[in-house]
């Protein structure tokens, strides 16, 4: 029999409604019901951004709040299914600088090694403890004309070695352009057919070719002192993806490391009940638990019934996982003669509440010496900068309080991270399509950055 879950109280020694927020917040925005208190903030929010991107994602972030997004997010549809090259940014420069100019500097990192590292640098100097990269081509078992591959257009195998590949391939050339400490983000039904059906299936183990590329990509992983995670997705491959990236976990997170991580789903009613799992697979054997908490993003695509019934009740579910990971306990029964195993959490999360109330959970658990787990946080490029930077302007240590005496410990500084996405202009046009269909299904959240935002310039430029 299922154990019935109480929801934990809010602790409320931690948080506070800050006046400010009662003032100007709009009584039905559920993210930002209650905000922990902060500390005086040291600066505004978003005055590290550059005066070009601030304005860039103003006028972007405007329009996204507007009634225009729902014409531009059907133009875009429209360039990524015509056929014309007069459309085409790959065949046409100036529809390439267009877009270039517009969408893809506010969402993307850049098309080529130089140009992801000057932006990997960029989020870096702002404050950011690193960022996650992902190729943001999608997977297709493409075979070009040629003549050598006309053979494999008859080999669906060939077709499918190709696909896993060009899948680690660019894998690899991802990791080559981040750093240390830095996250390389991984789709598996990106390595191609072979990885859809053995995922669909449920297989427990991935195809042997297939296993070959992940572990390659997880030994340069580990070599080079990066992490990665490994992204949710449907619910058709879920059960498979765990247990793959619980392989991993289960290899790779070992002696104080933890390079892989695997992703959890608060909108799925099943979400408490899977960390569990894993906090006892951990404990029992030995390794290191990485969860990376989202809400889930195929609510839209999936089976209704096995995700919350409201929107509040997937926050509420979200909030107990991050509070009771944070307490060191399990979110959906006591460990039993198991115990609870070294473990990291990274909250991935464009929600101010969440993203705030598990940093203030984190940060007075460590002073107060309580026990706790490390905690990393992130956000996606172009999205919710003002939560992101919020953050580092409020918590990040001035060079005064680095070099006192009586300085908190460094694990109590947030540690945000960007989740950024490279690619050409061609190749990332799918991905930029997402992230517009993203904004027009939490135009309130919009509308609060393009205010933030508003309020920046205003106030950059002396105007109030
Ligand atoms: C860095 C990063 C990595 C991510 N990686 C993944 C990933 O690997 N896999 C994945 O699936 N998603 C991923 N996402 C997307 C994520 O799951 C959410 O879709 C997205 O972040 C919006 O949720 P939110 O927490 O930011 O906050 P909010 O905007 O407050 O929450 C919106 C979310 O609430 C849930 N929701 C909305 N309406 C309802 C309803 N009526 N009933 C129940 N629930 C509802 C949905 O999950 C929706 O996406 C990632 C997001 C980030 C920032």
């Given amino acids: 029999m299922k154990p019935k879950i109480s929801w934990p109280k809010r602790p409320e020694r931690l948080y506070s409604v800050s006046k400010a927020w009662t003032e100007s917040a709009s009584a039905s925005s559920a993210h930002h019901a209650l905000l922990p208190q902060v500390s005086s903030q040291k600066k505004p929010a978003l005055a590290g951004l550059p005066t070009k991107s601030l304005l860039r994602s103003l006028l972007l972030t405007s329009v996204m709040a507007s009634p225009l997004l729902n014409p531009s997010v059907a133009l875009l549809k429209y360039v990524i299914d015509s056929n014309s090259?007069?459309?085409?940014?790959?065949?046409?420069?100036?529809?390439?600088?267009?877009?270039r100019m517009t969408i893809y500097n506010h969402f993307c990192a850049g098309t080529n090694e130089r140009e992801v590292r000057d932006t990997v640098q960029g989020m870096k100097d702002l404050g950011f403890k690193g960022v996650i990269l992902g190729y943001a081509r999608e997977s297709v078992a493409k075979v070009d004309g040629a003549e050598s591959h006309v053979e494999e257009w008859k080999n669906p195998q060939a077709i499918g070695d190709r696909a896993v590949e060009e899948w680690k391939q660019g894998n690899l050339r991802t990791l080559k352009m981040v750093g240390e400490g830095d996250y390389i983000n991984?789709?598996?039904?990106?390595?191609?057919?072979?990885?859809?059906?053995?995922?669909?299936?449920?297989?427990?183990?991935?195809?042997?070719?297939?296993?070959?590329?992940?572990?390659?990509?997880?030994?340069?992983?580990?070599?080079?002192?990066?992490r990665f995670w490994?992204?949710?997705?449907?619910?058709?491959?879920?059960?498979?993806?765990?247990?793959?990236?619980?392989?991993?976990?289960?290899?790779?997170?070992?002696?104080?490391?933890?390079?892989v991580l695997n992703t959890v789903q608060a909108y799925l009613k099943s979400s408490t009940e899977n960390i569990h799992r894993h906090l006892e697979l951990a404990g029992q054997e030995g390794w290191a638990l990485g969860i990376k908490l989202v809400r889930g993003a195929y609510i839209a695509h999936d089976i209704r019934s096995r995700i919350h019934d409201t929107k509040t009740d997937t926050d509420r579910n979200y909030n107990h996982i991050l509070e009771s990971l944070l307490s060191r306990r399990s979110p959906f029964q006591?460990?039993?003669?198991?115990?609870?195993?070294?473990?990291?959490?990274?909250?991935?999360?464009?929600?101010?509440?969440?993203?705030?109330?598990?940093?203030?959970?984190?940060?007075?658990?460590?002073?107060?010496?309580?026990?706790?787990?490390?905690?990393?946080?992130?956000?996606?490029?172009?999205?919710?900068d003002e939560v992101s930077c919020g953050l580092l302007a409020e918590y990040q240590p001035d060079s005064s309080e680095k070099n006192s005496s009586s300085a908190v410990p460094a694990s109590v500084f947030p540690k945000v991270f960007k989740c950024l996405a490279?690619?050409?202009?061609?190749?990332?046009?799918?991905?930029?399509?997402?992230?517009?269909?993203?904004?027009?299904?939490?135009?309130?959240?919009?509308?609060?950055?393009?205010?933030?935002?508003?309020?920046?310039?205003?106030?950059?430029?002396?105007w109030r």
């Fill in 85 to 99: 090259p007069l459309l085409s940014p790959s065949k046409n420069p100036a529809m390439n600088y267009l877009l």
């Fill in 186 to 226: 991984i789709k598996l039904t990106g390595a191609g057919p072979a990885a859809v059906d053995a995922l669909a299936r449920g297989d427990p183990v991935p195809p042997p070719h297939i296993e070959q590329a992940i572990t390659e990509i997880c030994e340069a992983t580990s070599a080079q002192g990066s």
């Fill in 230 to 259: 490994i992204d949710a997705e449907q619910q058709i491959f879920q059960p498979a993806i765990d247990a793959w990236t619980i392989d991993l976990m289960r290899q790779f997170n070992r002696n104080g490391r933890v390079v």
């Fill in 334 to 384: 006591e460990l039993k003669g198991t115990p609870f195993p070294d473990a990291r959490l990274f909250v991935a999360s464009h929600n101010a509440e969440s993203v705030r109330r598990a940093y203030s959970i984190s940060r007075h658990r460590i002073l107060d010496g309580l026990p706790t787990i490390p905690l990393e946080m992130g956000q996606l490029q172009g999205m919710a």
């Fill in 422 to 462: 490279w690619g050409t202009t061609e190749e990332c046009l799918h991905f930029l399509l997402r992230r517009a269909v993203e904004n027009q299904s939490a135009m309130e959240r919009t509308r609060d950055t393009a205010s933030a935002l508003r309020e920046e310039v205003w106030r950059r430029f002396g």
